[in-house]
């Protein structure tokens, strides 16, 4: 009889490993809800960098974020977003003539949206915005956990961007995240961990 419990306790064991949901020893929330605490320390530990080194950053890293970007959802799967790793010189140089945020980063990406692709939304809309701040989210946060600091930015001007970076027309500049390592005396802007009240940002109907 023990060891038929046995048996049964060690299959389902497997069984939840096999699903992924294997119980976490390190768990003690009151409800035992399976959460990953890492994920939320992670996103509480992001924060917009404002002074990089100007040490560069491992191509594969680079890549990891281009990976974590490439795994975002995007409204049926349109994937609009268009990516330019601004990594040469002559691209950083332009970079910090157009945009008064680059902190001294070494490198930035730059994330577009392809108007082209983009799914469309009503008469003239597009989820292209949407889409590409979910990428780019994704960027964050696996930067973030490469401990590579970024800072998403939106102070530049999209049409002289265009001009100066040479891009195709459909293609249209949402965000600049200027990346690289953070510099011993960065440090959380006080906006980091300001909130407002819950029941400003939540409401159960
Ligand atoms: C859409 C968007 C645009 C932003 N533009 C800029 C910017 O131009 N310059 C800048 O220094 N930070 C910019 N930020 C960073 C925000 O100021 C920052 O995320 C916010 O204050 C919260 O701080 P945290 O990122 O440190 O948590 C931008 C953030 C977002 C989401």
Same mark, same amino acid.
């Given at each position: 009889? #023990?060891?038929?419990?046995?048996?049964?306790?060690?299959?389902?064991?497997?069984?939840? &490993? *096999?699903?992924?949901?294997?119980? %976490?020893?390190? $768990? /003690?929330?009151? @409800?035992?809800?399976?959460?990953?605490?890492?994920?939320?320390?992670?996103?509480?530990?992001? +924060?917009?960098?404002?002074?990089?080194?100007?040490?560069?950053?491992?191509?594969?890293?680079?890549?990891?974020?281009?990976?974590?970007?490439?795994?975002?959802?995007? &409204?049926?799967? /349109?994937?609009?977003?268009?990516? +330019?790793?601004?990594? @040469?010189?002559?691209?950083?140089? #332009?970079?910090?003539? $157009?945009?008064?945020?680059? +902190?001294? *980063?070494?490198?930035?990406?730059?994330?577009?949206?392809? =108007?082209?692709?983009?799914? %469309?939304?009503?008469?003239?809309? @597009?989820?292209?915005?949407?889409?590409? /701040?979910? !990428?780019?989210?994704?960027?964050?946060?696996?930067?973030?956990?490469?401990?590579?600091?970024?800072?998403? !930015?939106?102070?530049?001007?999209?049409?002289?961007? %265009? =001009?100066?970076? /040479?891009?195709? =027309?459909?293609?249209?500049?949402?965000?600049?995240?200027?990346?690289?390592?953070? &510099?011993?005396?960065?440090?959380?802007?006080?906006?980091?961990?300001?909130?407002?009240?819950?029941? =400003?940002?939540?409401? +159960?109907?």
């Amino acid at each position: 009889m #023990k060891s038929t419990s046995l048996i049964l306790t060690l299959a389902l064991s497997l069984t939840l &490993a *096999a699903c992924g949901h294997a119980p %976490k020893e390190t $768990l /003690s929330n009151p @409800s035992d809800i399976p959460m990953n605490k890492d994920f939320l320390q992670l996103a509480a530990d992001r +924060y917009s960098v404002r002074h990089f080194t100007s040490t560069p950053i491992e191509q594969e890293k680079i890549d990891l974020i281009l990976q974590a970007a490439k795994l975002a959802p995007t &409204a049926i799967n /349109s994937q609009p977003q268009k990516i +330019y790793v601004l990594r @040469s010189a002559d691209a950083v140089s #332009k970079a910090n003539a $157009l945009s008064p945020c680059m +902190y001294g *980063a070494p490198h930035a990406f730059l994330v577009c949206c392809d =108007e082209e692709r983009a799914c %469309k939304r009503g008469a003239d809309g @597009s989820y292209g915005d949407i889409d590409c /701040s979910i !990428v780019l989210t994704h960027m964050l946060l696996e930067a973030a956990n490469l401990s590579v600091g970024t800072c998403p !930015v939106g102070y530049f001007d999209p049409t002289q961007v %265009k =001009e100066a970076l /040479s891009l195709p =027309e459909r293609m249209r500049p949402v965000l600049l995240i200027p990346f690289g390592y953070a &510099a011993d005396d960065a440090a959380p802007s006080d906006r980091h961990a300001a909130s407002r009240p819950d029941d =400003e940002l939540v409401e +159960y109907l």
